[in-house]
Every structure is written in C-alpha cells, then in structure tokens.
C-alpha cells in the first residue's frame, strides 16, 4: 500500500512533465522544457526526452530566421517609401518656389473655349512660362483649380511662380484692349472701326444690328441700332474668332451701355413714340454743335420749328441720308433733293430715325431743351460756337457775318 502510494506521485509529475508546453529557443536551436535552464533534465527514456520524439510530434512555428528577413524588408521599403516622399516633397518645393527665368518677360496666353488642362499646361511650357507641364497640372488639380481656367487672352511673365501664373489664369481677368467710340458716327463709322481693331467684322456687326430680333431685344423702336451704340471708351476683349457672336457681344456691350447711360436721366422710361422723338432730336443736337453749353439752345430751336410747323432744315440730316457716298461738300442739288428721306430741308418733321451716336449731354439736352424764342442758328465762324436768331432777317445778317468771317481767314491763312 505504502509502495503503491509513494510510485503516484511520481507519476503524476512525469505526466505533468509530458503535458507541458515545449519551447523553442530562436537562439540556440533546441528544445527545452518549461524548466528552461535549471539543468534539471528527465531522465533517457523518459515521456519528458523531447530531442528523442519523432519529427511529427514536435510543435510547429515559424522560424526566427524568417521573421527577421519579413522585418528587415518592411524596414526596407519603410525606408525606401521615406525617401521617395523626401525626393517628391523637395521636387515639387523646387517646383513652386522656382520661376522659369529670373530675369522675365511678358508673355500673351490664349486660352480657348474647350481647351483641357493638359493642354494648357503644355502651352505654358512651350512659352517659358513653367518649366514642367505635368507638374503644373497636378498643381492645378491639387488646387482644385483644374477645372476653373478661364478662356481669354492673358499677359504673364515668366519670372512668375507657378502659383501665381495659375491664380491668374484661374480668377485673374483676360487681355482688354482700349475701343474709344466718338460722339457723333454713325453706325458704318462704328462698323469699320470695330473690325479695324479686332474686335469683329463689319459685316457681322452691320447684320446684327439690324437684327429684328436683336432690336426686340433690347427695346430699340428703330429698322436698326443706330442712336444707340453709345460713344464711350470701353476696355473689351479680343474675340477668340471674328464671328456673328463676336459681334452680337460687342453690339449688345454697346446697347446696354446706352440704356444704362440714359436711364440716369430720365425719371420713368419713355414710351416708343417719345424715345422715337427723343433720340432722333438728340442725335441731331450732337450733330449741329461740338460745344456742350449750346446743346440744350440748340434742342430748344429745333423743338419751337416743330411746334410751329416749320421745316427743320438741318444740314446734318441730309448728310446722313446720303451715306457712305458724301464727299464732304454739302451742295444745293443735295439739299433739293426729295428723295432723300432724311433731307429735312424738304420733308417735314424729324427725319425717320438717328443720324449719329450721341452722348448723354446730347440726350439731356434733347429730354430738356431750353425754353426761348430762337427760331435760327449758323456758327459764328470765328469759333466752335453759333449765333442765335429770332427772325429771318437777323439770321441772314448771322449768315453774311459768318461768310465774312472764312473769307477773312482764308485771307489771313499763310
């Protein structure tokens, strides 16, 4: 019993001995038991003899020696990724803090309606204006910029930051070019002037403002815009083409300008019979009179000869019915002549439309005409101005002193 009693613990303890965990040691390359280093070994033979265990019985893990190579080529790549994003971030610094010339000049961009950003790019490196046009591009994404480039001519340098070249292109204004409009053209005047500058073709200009539904448009009583492309000095673009669109964005540029102008001086639009009557008169007044303190006298002339039914008789008018084909000498064939529909020297009333492009004092004039008795006017001759008559006689007197007046300059001239 007592042999029985003392063999039981024994053998629990080598069974305790076999059900522990083996490990194995990654520096040594061999196995011990959960007692490690004591010393204390089972004896040969023994359940607890792992290093006499088959192949198949032995614990299975990953070898040391492959968990090192994995932790070395992660520390690798780790490296190399570090200094791919050190090589890139110094790239694109040099990229954005570099101008393409230190010494720069003025470049014309033109970028066109349809253009993609590669393009663009492309274009800016082929002028000097980057130096790389795929890192412009992403500059440009980056910035969410990509798709906001404007179409229009641009003047850049190329000693500007890529930066700086992108915010212009993206919310800098395009290229304007100076169109000045004098008082008093007429609209083939205005025609050629516009196409002589590059702004678009007469032609186009002159079928769209006689456009039906361009004048519906824009309220104008009139077979054409004449009286309504006011005279002022506009800052435009080029056109990417010389085209009817071109062309219908300068005249409507031209229009709205005089409404805007003209609203300034009246209180409540005027009907269509009254802006008839208003710019027709007002186009007459810029005509007869270069001088502003007269304009208003002027309006008021015309404006008794109407109430009293009498011929206007406006050399100016009967100029304008002639067209391209007044030689500048107006002759007394010219003022008999009756079918001329804007000769006021034989049809009575106002002409039936403008003669010119007037400015607003020309307009204010004509809503205002000064309150007099003034039925005549010739210019003095001796200066810009004119002299004023009441009657008849008084005005033929004005007329000898006016004939006088050239032949004594034409006397005195060298």
């Not at 205005?190 to 309220?219: N, Y």
């Not at 080029?238 to 102008?261: I, Y």
């Amino acid at each position: 019993m007592s042999t029985g009693s003392d063999q039981q613990p024994v053998q629990d303890a080598k069974g305790a001995m076999d059900s522990r965990p083996q490990f194995e040691a990654c520096d040594a390359g061999i196995q011990t038991g959960i007692d490690g280093g004591s010393g204390i070994q089972d004896p040969p033979g023994s359940a607890g003899d792992v290093a006499d265990a088959p192949a198949a019985d032995r614990p299975s893990s990953p070898p040391c020696k492959k968990r090192h190579v994995l932790l070395r080529i992660f520390f690798v790549l780790l490296l190399a990724f570090a200094g791919a994003a050190l090589y890139a971030w110094q790239d694109a610094r040099h990229f954005l803090e570099t101008a393409p010339s230190s010494q720069g000049k003025s470049v014309i961009i033109d970028i066109r309606q349809g253009m993609a950003l590669q393009q663009i790019a492309a274009m800016l490196q082929k002028e000097g204006v980057v130096t790389d046009a795929l890192r412009f591009s992403l500059l440009a994404r980056w910035r969410e910029k990509g798709r906001s480039l404007q179409k229009g001519r641009f003047l850049v340098r190329t000693d500007w930051q890529p930066e700086k070249v992108l915010e212009m292109l993206a919310t800098g204004k395009a290229m304007l070019y100076r169109l000045t409009l004098r008082e008093g053209m007429p609209w083939w005047e205005v025609a050629d002037q516009l196409e002589k500058e590059g702004f678009c073709k007469a032609s186009d200009f002159t079928s769209v403002i006689h456009d039906p539904d361009f004048l519906r448009h824009w309220g104008i009583p009139f077979g054409s815009a004449e009286g309504f492309l006011f005279p002022e000095t506009y800052l435009l673009p080029h056109p990417e083409e010389m085209d009817m669109e071109a062309a219908r964005a300068v005249a409507g540029r031209l229009v709205d300008t005089f409404w805007q102008k003209a609203g300034k001086l009246w209180q409540a639009r005027p009907s269509a019979d009254e802006l008839r009557d208003l710019v027709i008169l007002a186009s007459i007044v810029e005509k007869e009179t270069g001088v502003p303190a007269e304009r208003a006298r002027v309006a008021g002339v015309y404006a008794n000869r109407l109430r009293r039914g009498m011929l206007l008789q406006a050399d100016p008018t009967v100029i304008y019915g002639m067209g391209r084909s007044f030689s500048g000498q107006l002759l007394r064939r010219h003022l008999d002549d009756a079918g001329n529909r804007y000769n006021t020297y034989q049809n009575p009333g106002l002409p039936p439309g403008p003669i010119c492009s007037f400015g607003a004092s020309a307009l204010k004039a004509a809503i205002s005409p000064e309150s007099h008795d003034f039925l005549y006017f010739v210019a003095t001759g001796t200066d810009r101005g004119h002299a004023f008559s009441r009657s008849l006689a008084e005005h033929n007197a004005a007329v000898q002193r006016y004939r006088q007046a050239v032949r004594n300059k034409k006397a005195s001239a060298p």
